[in-house]
Structures are given as C-alpha cells and as structure tokens.
C-alpha cells in the first residue's frame, strides 16, 4: 500500500505563543486564539484548520480541472468553521466555504462545477474531518 | 449556545500555488505536495492539519498547566500524519505527536502527564479528526 508521512514540529515560545515548522518551508508562528484569550497577530490551530480544508479543496478540484482541460481563469473562496461549545467541550460543527470562479469559456461553468463536487468527494482534508463542509460556487465567464 | 466562526479566504496564484489569508494575520502562502506533484517551498494542506492537531494540543495542554499551576519550562513536539491511497481516494490514516517537556520540579511530572491527558480530550482538532491521533510524551525535570 502507497503511503506518506506529512512531518511538522513544534516549539513553545511563552504564553499561548508557539512555532510551527516542516522541513524546507517557512516557519509558521501560531497562538490561542483571541476568542478564547490567546493574543493577536498569528494563525491559530483552528484557521489552520479551516485554511487546510479551504486550500485542500481547491488543489483537489485543480486536478480535475487539468485533467477535464478546463480553461479556469480564476479561483477564490472564503471559507468558515463554526466551533461550539459543547458537553464534551469546544467542538467544530460544520464548515462553509464560496467558491467564486472564471471559467474561458461558457461550456466550462458545468465542467467547472463537476470538477468541483469530485474535489469535494476525493479531497482528503475534507475527508478527515468529522464535521460536514458545505461547498457552494457561483462561476462566471471571463 | 455559545458559538464562534473562524473564518479564512484563499486565493488561487497558478498551478498549484495559492495563498491563505485570515483577518489581521500574515498571508500564507500554500502549495500542493511534492509527493504528489506539487512544487516545493511553502506550507501545503497536510502540513496545516498536521501542524494545525499538534499545536492545538499544545494550546488546550496549556489550559490544563495554568489551572494545575504546573511549572513548565520548556515544551517541544515532533508530529507525523500518515496518509494512504485507499478505495475512497488518499485518505489520513493516523498521526503520532511526541513530546519532550521539561518542568521545573519532580512533583510536576505526573500533573503534566494528567495534563497532556486532558489536552488530549479536550483538543478541539484532535476531536475535529476521524483519524486516531497517538500521543507520547517524555517529561524530565530542568
């Protein structure tokens, strides 16, 4: 069976302030979150969660895109998780995310959307989490 | 019931490369894996999980430290998440974070294992994850 291992590191700093690294990339400050009193300024466990499973989708659905040949001129989402607290604790509930996409041509906006759901259906952040990510697109031609 | 959304936008560049952002923090550029395909350089979606479950775990053991009024001097952790092609696609299998902390007294080292105990629980990405996340760690007193 194919598999990888996907490596990071962490270093506590002080407070509820820490350093994220993987070999051979930037390194990646992180804290607690404002919202449950952690400082200001640098992603926190949970947008990387939500920017994981935003940017997993679109690489996802850039495979399908390259192998359906569709002329994608643009791509940009916003994506939410909404987190709740819960008798077990904090606990994310479900995630949103827009797609807002140009297509070259007017026979790709139902390509593009069929690419679309088979990211949805193969992306493996989405696939890890245990809440529903609900993915709406409204494409357009350039 | 309290409720709390984490919100993130991403912008496609070209190939593989694209960029997160989230309000009043640094961009983050993010790219596809190299084991499958993609360029080299920047943080991609499995590294975010990864790093995103590890630091998460460090957030909510911190919680647990302040309460118990541990001493805790130093706090470093190496993750791995493991992903598999299966039937449904590539798939995260299981990741392991092992950590070495160092406490200020021997008495400590038993309250930061019950700590990390109830870190693990209460993680928020931990239990956002339908893979089981393996926890070891190796206290030493400074």
Redesign the interface.
């Given at each position: 069976?194919?598999?990888?291992?996907?490596?990071?590191?962490?270093?506590?700093k002080s407070g509820?302030e820490?350093v994220?690294r993987?070999a051979?990339?930037?390194d990646?400050p992180?804290c607690?979150?404002p919202?449950f009193g952690?400082p200001?300024?640098?992603?926190?466990?949970?947008?990387?969660?939500?920017?994981?499973?935003?940017?997993?989708l679109?690489?996802t659905t850039?495979y399908f895109v390259e192998k359906m040949k569709i002329d994608?001129r643009?791509?940009?989402?916003?994506?939410?998780?909404?987190?709740?607290?819960t008798a077990?604790?904090?606990?994310?509930?479900e995630m949103r995310v827009s797609i807002r996409a140009r297509v070259g041509a007017e026979g790709d906006v139902a390509n593009l959307e069929a690419a679309v759901r088979k990211g949805e259906?193969?992306c493996?952040?989405s696939?890890?989490?245990?809440?529903p990510v609900h993915v709406e697109l409204a494409v357009s031609t350039a």
């Open positions: 069976m194919s598999q990888w291992v996907f490596n990071t590191s962490l270093e506590w509820e820490a994220e993987t051979g990339r930037p990646l992180v607690g979150p919202e952690g200001a300024g640098q992603w926190t466990p949970e947008h990387l969660l939500v920017g994981g499973v935003e940017s997993c679109l690489l850039l994608l643009s791509y940009e989402s916003s994506a939410g998780g909404t987190m709740a607290r077990e604790g904090l606990r994310f509930t259906k193969y493996p952040l696939a890890a989490v245990r809440f």
